[in-house]
């Protein structure tokens, strides 16, 4: 697909799924969320203006599980006025209450009809409001957000329509670089959750009958219970494929020692999980080493249009450590959190990436307020 039949191919499926109103919606359900988690935590009960610090405080919260997800959280109720900054003569960034913080009705949002099309991503978004306070409190850590009886949680947001689109740009990313191969490619994707890019790819060459193109397909996580899910959920669907590999690798350790050996990838893809990794500079020249000549790295996913404006995957996100403990740098990584595609693509070539895209069109989306899409490097 070229430029042009993108913008069809988004056309329509605006008009199959609306995406668009689902994915505002999520967005929307998210700010509802945190200001259900505002209110019931009392966060706020005057008109006091506060910094994140002082808040931790008055709270008992720790500062250590506190401070990030506080932050994200102010942030986004500054976009929806229902806080707003206050630089004090200490120059401190104080947040105050431009009203009393709302108590939304969620059951009664989720009864809307996009609503009800997004049962796994509503519940999921839910989970922050369910274990707010042992977080803030620093009582609990990631095992209650990854715990067994959420993985189908994830998985099923996963799949949602809406979650799936960055799988299927990536696809067709790859597919128009392959397509005319005649070496088939290894690709492994990483931080695979439920493996929708994998899918996307072989169902897109299922349909050209192009399965040749692909000569392994390596599936890899961090957690074993999203690999074992994952694994189960692909035999049951393609049957039994010596064509898959699962894998676990952790992306914030170094490939070599996970035993993969240089140069012999030719795609790595993440779809919505780069932002897990600690140290971009460092880990995207260890993701080059393992690439071939002309292998490509893949960020698939949804991007902020701008640091302002934080996208819904990013509540949920907040709650683990290793979302916001990252090396930041200012050149491509100013804060913590989920970047604009730019400041991805200046990631990639500060580590030594000499030719990357962005794929499609910035403006593709039209008046959303983030980027859904493809940053690749080689
Ligand atoms: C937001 S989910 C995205 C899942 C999937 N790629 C998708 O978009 O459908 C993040 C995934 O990254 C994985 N993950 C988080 N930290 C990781 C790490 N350090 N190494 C490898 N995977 C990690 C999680 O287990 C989870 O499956």
């Keep these: 697909m070229g430029n042009a039949t993108i913008q069809e191919w988004v056309k329509n499926k ?15 359900y998210a700010i509802s969320v945190i200001c259900k988690i505002f209110y019931e935590e009392a966060i706020f009960k005057d008109f006091e203006a506060l910094t994140v610090e002082e808040i931790i405080q008055k709270k008992g919260y720790s500062e250590a599980s506190s401070k990030r997800p506080l932050e994200l959280m102010c942030t986004w109720l500054c976009t929806k006025d229902i806080l707003k900054k206050v630089v004090g003569e200490d120059q401190k960034v104080r947040y105050a209450t431009t ?28 989970l922050p409001l369910k274990y707010a306070n042992e977080i803030l409190s620093g009582q609990t850590t990631n095992e209650k957000l990854y715990a067994h009886h959420s993985v189908p949680l994830w998985q099923s947001y996963f799949s949602h329509p809406g979650m799936y689109i960055p799988s299927e740009l990536a696809a067709q990313f790859i597919y128009n670089k392959i397509k005319n191969r005649t070496d088939p490619i290894i690709i492994m994707e990483v931080g695979a959750g439920s493996a929708n890019g994998t899918r996307a790819l072989y169902e897109l ?18 957690s074993e219970e999203f690999l074992e899910n994952c694994e189960s959920e692909i035999k049951n669907k393609y049957g039994f494929q010596d064509i898959f590999e699962y894998k676990l690798f952790d992306l914030n350790s170094s490939p070599a020692k996970q035993g993969i050996e240089k140069a012999s990838v030719d795609y790595i893809l993440g779809v919505n ?34 640091l302002n404006i934080p996208f819904h995957i990013e509540l949920h996100g907040s709650f683990f450590e290793e979302y916001h403990d990252v090396v930041l740098n200012e050149k491509f990584r100013p804060e913590f959190g989920i970047m604009t595609p730019e400041l991805f693509e200046s990631a990639l070539i500060n580590s030594g990436y000499s030719e990357t895209e962005i794929w499609p069109q910035r403006d593709i989306w039209g008046n959303l307020d983030f980027y859904c899409g493809i940053v690749a490097g080689r």
Aim: charged share 25%; proline share 3%; with cysteine.
């Design 273 to 306: 999980c780069l932002h897990y990794i600690k140290d971009w500079s460092m880990q995207f020249q260890e993701i080059r080493s393992i690439l071939k000549d002309e292998g490509w790295f893949l960020s698939a996913g949804y991007f902020r249009d701008t």
């Design 14 to 28: 605006e008009k199959d799924l609306h995406i668009k109103v689902g994915l505002n919606f999520l967005n929307q």
């Design 99 to 126: 009203k009393t913080i709302p108590y939304p009705d969620l059951l009664q949002l989720e009864k809307s009809v996009v609503g009800r099309t997004m049962p796994g991503a509503t519940q999921l978004l839910q």
């Design 205 to 222: 060459l299922l349909s050209k009958g192009q399965l040749n193109l692909v000569e392994k397909f390596i599936i890899s996580d961090f």
